[in-house]
């Protein structure tokens, strides 16, 4: 069996990488551009639509007079907080990110709660992502529609198995479908502008349809502006996955600050222009999204009915920019659809590095911030694929319902980490005399105070506009993290404590007498190797012990240690109720408690097994006695092992494969 896993481990993950290799795993920005971008590149694949079907609640009328204004407002948004976040790398290179930067500006609560926002937008955005191109997989390939869980699950594995394959080669595997994206949307954009402006651009498969108002009439008033305000929230989606490079920083090739501020630029560069190029192109094509297209959509007067398809943005703009062009159209749907797939990637990358921080300074389990055989966080990829699944499951794979989840995480994130730095750069400001330094600080903090500001009142709109919606829970997983968290770091605190040497108490004093205790239960090699260890570490008194189960049993192992003429003397303890452990720990706890300054040390014969079936064979006794005696003060467990045929050459099979996480090297993988 270990050799068989050893086997697929290998063929799943390929060889494991010494720890000096690490240098060979950092990104050059033209892998890091489609590692840590995917995720805010691939939301304008759904940011137009959520923008779109919000506004469609009040009518066609109402897209068409202000999806301008809620883009216009959404790209302000993203310019700002990506101008910020590049004073952020170049801040805090070390990696943690906006933790670091609410850790070291604002106390450790600050940092926790932007941690716990980041933790649960990362599972959010693998559910999200993969949800949404698999619905958008479904509209070309119709087996897909019916299974979308099912291929949810599946993808989610698919790109566990690659992220376990280490940063470097996940970034090489994913960065040709994520630049033939960016190809796909800029030149449909393009062409499609060039249509438009020569009047041949074909309308939208929508466009002839009538779009209703959601309640059957229009909104105005607070209703509109508070429509809009949905809408403004649920197009800021397009923002998620900014902070992922910031994060990021110490993947990237030096100099990590420089690049990763230039891969940020050119992030925030492109998902505007391809945010804007969407819309423009779904106004001048009129494309109609509704969030009940049997009852919202008219042709002719009447209902369209359930039989109607409702295709994504993307979509319909493919079918109308490429008319003439079928390949363009199956090109741009694919691409799409696996963009959306690996846009979860960049919580893959985010995720571990983020949590690996936490572990370090003792918030999340030590575990984490261990490196697996490809030296990428495995527990970490692990973990996120658990928790995205369980999500994708729970709310089957439907993106409508996960996104009013979606986006406040991000924007608490933003928000304190923005605080934080502006705080940096006032804290720097008063020690620093340098005229030129000072006002490139001054610059800094008015672009960080713009970002916070900005942010926080998007974060205020996303709670009032998202609440109800989902966002609750959201925020209640957030809640349930932070206390997490806060407990962790607490048990390592108390065992920290609980384990310091006070020097003036604890000096180290040797114990009055050592009593040795050999268990047995009948005399045979692994017995008499035990004895002869006991007997060779010279303790003050020496025994051997059995437990009388079976009265004719006891009698002929007292004969035969006669027999043998062994020089130890041997104990037997009643056992009325022919169980091994009690009367065992009875006898341990009876000695220490006539000699508490005594230590007992409980030498125990242990058969070691070649085969997994084989354990099922053996009653384990020995371990169980093991466990038990562990949780009793001033006793020592010595295992004596004895190696079987069967575990013969089995030792190598392990020399890379420990047989429970964190027994060696401390990682999963």
């Known amino acids: 069996m270990p050799r068989s896993g050893s086997l697929l481990k290998r063929l799943l993950l390929g060889r494991a990488m010494r720890s000096d290799k690490l240098g060979e795993t950092l990104l050059p920005k033209r892998l890091a551009l489609p590692i840590f971008a995917s995720d805010a590149l691939s939301s304008v694949a759904y940011a137009p639509d959520e923008i779109l079907l919000m506004l469609g609640l009040a009518g066609g009328a109402f897209v068409a007079s202000h999806s301008w204004q809620v883009t216009i407002a959404v790209v302000l948004v993203m310019v700002v907080v990506v101008a910020s976040y590049r004073q952020n790398v170049h801040a805090y290179p070390s990696g943690g990110g906006d933790y670091e930067v609410a850790t070291v500006n604002l106390g450790p609560r600050a940092g926790l709660t932007v941690a716990s926002a980041l933790l649960v937008d990362y599972v959010l955005t693998v559910a999200v992502s993969i949800s949404s191109g698999v619905q958008n997989a479904a509209t070309v390939l119709g087996f897909v529609r019916g299974h979308e869980v099912i291929v949810a699950v599946a993808l989610i594995a698919f790109l566990t198995a690659m992220n376990l394959r280490g940063v470097r080669e996940s970034g090489k595997a994913f960065a040709v479908p994520v630049y033939a994206f960016m190809l796909a949307i800029i ?3 393009i062409y499609g502008f060039i249509q438009h402006f020569t009047g041949t651009l074909a309308p939208a498969e929508s466009a002839s349809l009538t779009l209703l108002p959601e309640e059957g009439q229009g909104l ?5 502006a508070f429509l809009l305000l949905r809408a403004f929230s649920s197009g800021c989606a ?21 690049n990763a501020a230039t891969t940020l630029l050119l992030m925030g560069t492109l998902s505007v222009v391809m945010l804007g190029s969407i819309i423009a192109l779904s106004q001048w094509t009129g494309v109609k999204i509704a969030d009940d297209p049997g009852a919202q959509l008219l042709r002719d007067g009447q209902p369209v009915g359930d039989s109607y398809v409702q295709h994504t943005a993307i979509g319909q703009l493919a079918e109308s ?14 691409v799409t659809g696996l963009i959306l797939v690996l846009a979860a990637n960049t919580a893959f990358n985010g995720f571990p590095v983020l949590g690996s921080i936490l572990a370090r300074d003792g918030y999340l389990p030590r575990q984490m911030h261990t490196r697996g055989d490809r030296l990428a966080f495995s527990n970490g ?36 980490s923005q605080v934080g730095m502006v705080r940096h750069w006032t804290r720097h400001l008063r020690l620093e005399r340098n005229a030129k330094e000072r006002a490139r600080m001054q610059r800094s903090r008015v672009i960080n105070a713009v970002g916070a500001a900005m942010s926080a009142t998007v974060l205020v709109v996303v709670l009032l506009t998202k609440f109800q919606a989902g966002a609750k829970y959201a925020i209640l997983a957030m809640i349930v993290l932070f206390l997490l968290m806060l407990g962790i770091k607490k048990h390592y605190s108390r065992v920290r404590d609980e384990l310091a040497i006070d020097w003036e108490v604890d000096r180290p004093t040797l114990p009055s007498h050592v009593h040795a205790i050999v268990c047995i239960s009948k005399v045979h090699k692994p017995t008499m190797r035990a004895l002869a260890y006991a007997r060779a570490t010279r303790p003050s008194y020496l025994e051997a012990v059995t437990v009388d189960v079976d009265p004719e049993e006891t009698q002929a192992l007292l004969d035969e240690w006669d027999r043998r003429d062994i020089p130890v003397p041997l104990k037997v303890l009643a056992s009325p109720y022919r169980q091994i452990t009690k009367p065992v720990l009875d006898y341990v706890r009876s000695i220490r408690s006539g000699n508490p300054r005594d230590l007992v040390t409980v030498y125990l014969p242990e058969y070691v097994l070649g085969r997994w079936w084989e354990q099922i064979l053996h009653n384990q006794s020995a371990l169980r006695l093991k466990a038990r005696l562990l949780f009793t003060p001033g006793v020592m467990v010595v295992s004596v092992p004895w190696q079987l045929q069967s575990s013969e050459g089995a030792e190598r099979e392990w020399i890379d494969e420990p047989p429970i996480p964190g027994s060696v090297r401390g990682g999963a993988l």
């Open 321 to 334: 920019v490429f008319a003439n062009f079928h390949f363009g159209v199956i090109f741009v749907s694919i």
């Open 187 to 189: 030149g449909m954009g």
């Open 238 to 258: 397009a923002l998620t996955g900014v902070e992922a490079i910031s994060n990021g920083v110490p993947a990237f090739k030096k100099p990590k600050s420089t």
């Open 381 to 416: 990829i692990l973990i996120l694929s658990g928790a995205a699944i369980l999500l994708v499951i729970v709310f089957k794979a439907e993106v409508t319902a996960l996104i009013q989840l979606y986006i406040v995480g991000v924007f608490v994130s933003f928000t304190t």
């Open 220 to 224: 105005t008033g607070l209703a509109a």
